[in-house]
């Protein structure tokens, strides 16, 4: 009979330790996934916040020009996918933000759709024009010719362009970019300039 009371409390015993292992394991999954939670919606936060007060400092800098000058921003890049992007005065298909005014918005794609959510911040301008493009420059090897039985090869220096400067941080590429903030009448051009070689 004392045997078999000792198998009953053995049995109990590892119950509640099954019991108290197993809450212990979801307390602890718990605690993580809510402080994994927190920290990735930190981290959107403060892309966000660095968002703004970018958008802030360039509109700062573009309303202190007079016509014809110009001035440069560096521009720390902003974790995650962002967009320099700006509309026109009364330009079709523009965030509803603007209010058929120039504006100049980043946001996390390049359309107006993306602006117009609570993560696109826009900036009204009182200018009819704004264009934002970023070129980037490449270079091609190209044979030139044959010089005594050699072929002669340079590089040839081709630019693209996008109507949008990515903001965004991304692999390899340095974390500052430098943007050309310009005011012609009644325009502004925002544009930077990348170059291959200088990434590498």
Not at 158 to 169: A, F, M
Request: proline share 2%; with cysteine; hydrophobic share 30%.
């Amino acid at each position: 009979m004392i045997f078999s009371k000792n198998k009953k409390g053995d049995l109990i015993n590892n119950v509640l330790e099954t019991i108290v292992a197993v809450a212990g394991i979801i307390i602890l999954l718990t605690a993580v996934g809510y402080f994994g939670y927190k920290f990735l919606n930190l981290s959107s936060s403060q892309a966000s916040e660095n968002a703004k007060k970018t958008i802030d400092t360039l509109q700062e800098k573009l309303n202190a020009l007079h016509e014809g000058e110009n001035t440069t921003a560096l521009v720390q890049k902003i974790e995650g996918s962002w967009y320099l992007v700006s509309w026109s005065k009364d330009e079709q298909n523009s965030p509803d933000k603007c209010h058929f005014d120039a504006c100049l918005c980043i946001c996390p794609r390049t359309t107006a759709q993306s602006c117009n959510s609570k993560d696109g911040f826009c900036r009204i301008l009182p200018i009819k024009t704004i264009s934002s493009e970023s070129k980037v420059i490449t270079y091609e090897t190209q044979v030139r010719g044959t010089i005594g039985g050699f072929e002669s090869a340079g590089e040839k220096q081709v630019t693209t362009s996008t109507n949008y400067i990515n903001l965004g941080v991304e692999k390899n590429k340095p974390a500052l970019i430098e943007i050309t903030l310009e005011k012609n009448k009644e325009s502004y051009k925002l544009t930077s300039f990348t170059d291959s070689q200088q990434t590498k």
